[in-house]
T-cell receptor, first 115, second 116 residues
Framework: NAGVTQTPKFRVLKTGQSMTLLCAQDMNHEYMYWYRQDPGMGLRLIHYSVGEGTTAKGEVPDGYNVSRLKKQNFLLGLESAAPSQTSVYFC??????????????FGDGTRLSIL | AQKITQTQPGMFVQEKEAVTLDCTYDTSDPSYGLFWYKQPSSGEMIFLIYQGSYDQQNATEGRYSLNFQKARKSANLVISASQLGDSAMYFCAMSGLTGGGNKLTFGTGTQLKVEL
């Protein structure tokens, strides 16, 4: 039972390089999310998606882009990496149940360092 | 806007004792959910317990219970009979139905250390 799978688990980039973080879920969830976790700040929402083909900005979207071409996949892109984007990135997914808040299920995270 | 406040950066508890982790929240959403997640040193986020704003009874899941006081806007996590494996970071979070997507707002977390 895979749940939410993030690829890669670790990555080191140089400033200005680009990369894409991959997230896949096998629970048929409508909602998907990308968060970043920095020391002492908890998790902050970068972008999210309420369904295939739709995306929306979260609390800290600058410097990131996302795509949800397939329901099970949610991609996070860094076009030109900056040291301030050094962080742990978490993907999550949740079911869409009318008038109900469903728990989000998280991947194991991607540790990204920008030199 | 939603806000979660966790005022305890670190807590210590002896094994087999109960511990309460504090969480207060602020929201203008009439319907919302409150969640607790555990993050062990290995880094994954583990869902523990959920409380809906209209739920009449406090949520319980095994040794975890959520002390929900709506008028005081608090949603404290109570862990009974602490175990060494409970040592972890604990995050309180909330989501609302307004705006769609059930987005979570997290607190800054409480680091719990269980001692022998």
């Amino acid at each position: 039972n895979a749940g939410v799978t993030q690829t890669p688990k670790f990555r080191v980039l140089k400033t200005g390089q680009s990369m894409t973080l991959l997230c896949a879920q096998d629970m048929n969830h409508e909602y998907m999310y990308w968060y970043r976790q920095d020391p002492g700040m908890g998790l902050r929402l970068i972008h999210y998606s309420v369904g295939e083909g739709t995306t929306a900005k979260g609390e800290v979207p600058d410097g990131y882009n996302v795509s949800r071409l397939k329901k099970q996949n949610f991609l996070l892109g860094l076009e030109s990496a900056a040291p301030s984007q050094t962080s742990v990135y978490f993907c999550a997914s949740a079911a869409n149940v009318r008038n109900s808040n469903q728990p989000q299920h998280f991947g194991d995270g991607t540790r990204l360092s920008i030199l | 806007a939603q806000k979660i406040t966790q005022t305890q950066p670190g807590m210590f508890v002896q094994e087999k004792e109960a511990v309460t982790l504090d969480c207060t929240y602020d929201t203008s959403d009439p319907s919302y959910g409150l969640f607790w997640y555990k993050q062990p040193s290995s880094g994954e986020m583990i869902f523990l317990i959920y409380q809906g704003s209209y739920d009449q009874q406090n949520a319980t899941e095994g040794r975890y219970s959520l002390n929900f006081q709506k008028a005081r806007k608090s949603a404290n996590l109570v862990i009974s009979a602490s175990q060494l494996g409970d040592s972890a970071m604990y995050f309180c979070a909330m989501s609302g139905l307004t705006g769609g997507g059930n987005k979570l707002t997290f607190g800054t977390g409480t680091q719990l250390k269980v001692e022998l």
